[in-house]
């Protein structure tokens, strides 16, 4: 079958997309908070153990990003003025309300990512996955105060009724369709889907790939030069996705700190996040 949720849009024959004092590029980081079951298997390290229940190995290693590495991680976003855009398991409101108040605290952009990172909606009837979603929304929207616009499925999974679904909900825009370096409008009248980025992403880069700190620092910083060149014409966005238990590693942080001062350190740049992008892009473009 064909892809119905969007229409093919050539990026020459747009117009112009301007962001806010002229920048060329819209920069937002993607925090993803999340909470793992222990008795089900996830993104792993080393696959020779990801089946056994538990497994301490894998588990453990995800485990790292609530109790150290998220901690780590503000403190690098501190130094930059840099705030995050959250992708939240509700879960982790109870579990983790310490991680809510100091995200709050530096007026963080929350968006929802599903109840957990073991569970997908995927195969669950319309019924099912719309009172799904409503306790995934509420849950968060009472945690952090702040009304939820956006949405990343866990693994950025989706079903065919999830737009639609979302938008009910009152949001507005998802970033599971990694297509595009703008955002564009989806056939659910009052969405959008808003960039996000499968390859500069930890998981892949550092767990898929096995690529060392300073590959990551060169990947980041070609990426954002080729999509600054091309700003000049029409604005960008771009995505750097993040996990805590991944790229805040210890001998890691360094490429971070690197990574995230060389596009500080550029004009022309909005540091900004992605429930900002959407709103700007709906108010100019998409009405």
């Not at 079903?159 to 370096?181: H, I, N, Q």
């Not at 390859?199 to 999509?227: I, P, R």
């Not at 790229?247 to 500080?264: E, N, S, T, V």
Request: proline share 6%; net charge negative.
């Amino acid at each position: 079958m064909d892809n119905t949720l969007y229409d093919y849009s050539p990026l020459p024959a747009r117009p112009k997309l301007t962001w806010p004092n002229g920048a060329r590029v819209a920069f937002y980081i993607g925090l993803n908070i999340e909470h793992y079951q222990v008795d089900k298997p996830s993104t792993s390290i080393f696959g020779g153990t990801a089946a056994l229940v538990p497994d301490p190995l894998n588990y453990g290693w995800r485990d790292y990003a609530v109790r150290v590495g998220i901690w780590r991680m503000i403190e690098a976003l501190d130094r930059f003025n840099m705030r995050a855009s959250v992708l939240l398991n509700a879960d982790c409101c109870a579990r983790y309300p310490q991680i809510i108040e100091a995200g709050k605290k530096r007026n963080w952009c929350w968006l929802a990512h599903g109840k957990n990172n073991s569970i997908f909606q995927a195969g669950m009837s319309a019924e099912d996955e719309r009172k799904y979603l409503q306790d995934v929304v509420e849950t968060i929207t009472k945690a952090t105060g702040q009304t939820i616009k956006g949405w990343l499925g866990p693994a950025l999974t989706e079903t065919f009724e999830t737009p639609r679904l979302l938008k009910e909900l009152g949001l507005s825009y998802v970033l599971d369709w990694c297509a595009d370096d703008q955002p564009f409008p989806l056939k659910v009248p009052g969405m959008i889907s808003v960039p996000y980025s499968i390859e500069l992403n930890d998981v892949t880069m550092f767990v898929a790939k096995s690529l060392t700190g300073e590959n990551f620092y060169q990947m980041v910083v070609d990426q954002f030069d080729q999509l600054y060149n091309e700003g000049a014409t029409t604005g960008r966005v771009m995505a750097l996705c993040l996990h805590p238990f991944i790229i805040i590693q210890p001998f890691r942080q360094k490429y971070l700190d690197r990574a995230l001062d060389y596009i500080a350190r550029h004009d022309d740049v909005w540091l900004t996040t992605s429930d900002e992008i959407a709103a700007h892009y709906e108010k100019s473009v998409a009405r």
